[in-house]
């Protein structure tokens, strides 16, 4: 029978990158933490319709990239190809806002997206993220802006830079679209076929096409349709973060083709991705999105990473900490007859606060010691027949390779003397 292998565009999180995971997940929650933030965690599975709205028709990831079935009921439901969508419905659903205004959740969990799977792009990823809802302030955009910078700092990476624009409000996109719609019509024959289609569906969305790039760079700019108050807006944002030393890259060129996003748009890039790739992650208002989901208007503002894109950043950087050990002292007993008092020694080390692995194998004592020592473990712990005899165990030390016997109810301070002895050597 073929070996079953794991579905195309998905990847195993195997224990020697846990811990960068850990690590990576660890940083997150400090950074949104040490801003208000707090954990939400909604499901993976929503109404396909959640994600229709939210994310939008003529877009890739509604159009093309929704891993969409019918449940056995009858409904067609999503596996959440991003985690705003969800995350404002939860916090609107509950009515979080009436009693925090602003709102400020963070999340992380893996997100799908039925794509080519290629370096930085799977079909399962994972993202970490924050919204901040209830509130409309430009210094709440630079606070999500300054969180997404901090967040990055915070793994070591550097090489990023971060873009910025604005998108205005509705008035301001309606008159865009018409400048970009003007611009594009006489030379419609020229576009691609999913620009022609985004003409007549959503042309914010022309911007974001890599095919017509050349054509794109000549279109009209968005900032040329600002008002004077969109524009007093996107000014105070990029004044609250010249106070932070984060260098702001204005990129007018920079959209986001749904219509419920406005004003602050961004992205956080690394030189070392490239192409369509090259976003670590991005974030920006959302002031129309809880209307489009059906609940009262409710402004939001945030921002997504994708947590695969930057641990293969700061794996080439290597600014990922090693990891502590695992394991501090393996318990070995030498045959079946032992394994009653290694499982009870294991026990009381472990309720002193030690990390144990049991080794009850067959194999010969000396396969079990060099196992230890790939563990990374201090010591090796042994009991045998004569040691369970006498209510005893032996301690080797790996490093030194000395042995001392004693009895079991004393092994915590031997076991723990071996440890100091190991952690005061370099
Ligand atoms: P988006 O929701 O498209 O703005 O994506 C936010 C971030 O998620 C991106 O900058 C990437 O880091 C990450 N991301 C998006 N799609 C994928 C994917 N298919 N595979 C891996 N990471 C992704």
């Not at 301001?172 to 024959?189: I, N, Q, S, W």
């Not at 020229?190 to 914010?204: G, Q, S, T, V, Y």
């Not at 208002?285 to 209307?291: C, H, I, N, S």
């Not at 004693?406 to 071996?418: F, I, S």
């Amino acid at each position: 029978m073929q070996p079953i292998p794991a579905v195309r565009g998905t990847h195993d999180l195997l224990p020697d990158v846990s811990g960068a995971w850990a690590w990576l997940h660890a940083a997150h929650a400090r950074v949104a933490e040490a801003h208000g933030y707090r954990l939400i965690d909604t499901p993976i599975l929503e109404h396909t319709e959640l994600f229709e709205r939210a994310v939008g028709a003529g877009t890739d990831v509604v159009d093309k990239e929704m891993f969409t079935f019918v449940d056995r009921g009858g409904r067609s439901v999503t596996l959440r190809p991003e985690g705003t969508a969800g995350a404002v419905r939860a916090v609107l659903e509950h009515s979080l806002t009436q009693a925090h205004r602003p709102i400020r959740v963070h999340y992380a969990g893996p997100m799908f997206r039925y794509d080519r799977p290629q370096k930085g792009r799977q079909r399962q990823f994972s993202q970490v993220g924050v919204e901040c809802m209830g509130e409309r302030s430009p210094y709440l955009d630079a606070e999500v802006v300054e969180m997404a910078w901090r967040f990055v700092e915070a793994l070591g990476i550097t090489g990023v830079s971060l873009q910025l624009n604005s998108l205005g409000d509705a008035a301001d996109r309606a008159r865009y679209r018409g400048a970009l719609v003007e611009h594009f019509t006489p030379m419609r024959d020229r576009l691609c076929a999913d620009c022609r289609r985004r003409l007549e569906l959503n042309p914010l969305r022309l911007l974001d096409c890599k095919r017509d790039a050349e054509l794109m760079a000549e279109a009209p700019l968005i900032a040329d349709s600002l008002s004077a108050e969109s524009t007093r807006y996107v000014d105070t944002v990029i004044a609250a973060l010249g106070a932070t030393a984060i260098p702001v890259t204005r990129n007018p060129r920079l959209v986001r083709g749904l219509d419920y996003y406005a004003h602050t748009a961004f992205e956080i890039w690394h030189v070392s991705l490239e192409g369509a790739q090259n976003a670590l992650g991005g974030g920006g208002r959302y002031d129309g999105l809880a209307a489009v989901l059906g609940y009262p208007e409710t402004p939001g503002v945030g921002y997504a990473f994708g947590v695969e894109r930057l641990l293969l950043v700061a794996t080439s950087l290597g600014t990922i900490p090693a990891v502590a050990p695992v394991c501090h002292a393996v318990v070995c007993s030498v045959a079946e007859a032992q394994g009653q008092a290694a499982a009870a020694a294991a026990r009381l080390l472990r309720e002193a606060g030690l990390l144990i692995v049991t080794d009850a194998g067959d194999r010969r004592l000396p396969r079990k010691i060099a196992a230890a020592d790939r563990l990374g473990a201090a010591a090796v712990v042994i009991l045998g027949e004569d040691e369970a005899a006498q209510g005893a165990a032996t301690v080797r030390d790996l490093r030194r390779r000395t042995e001392v016997r004693t009895p079991v109810d004393g092994l915590v301070p031997v076991v723990a003397a071996v440890l100091a002895a190991n952690l005061s050597e370099p």
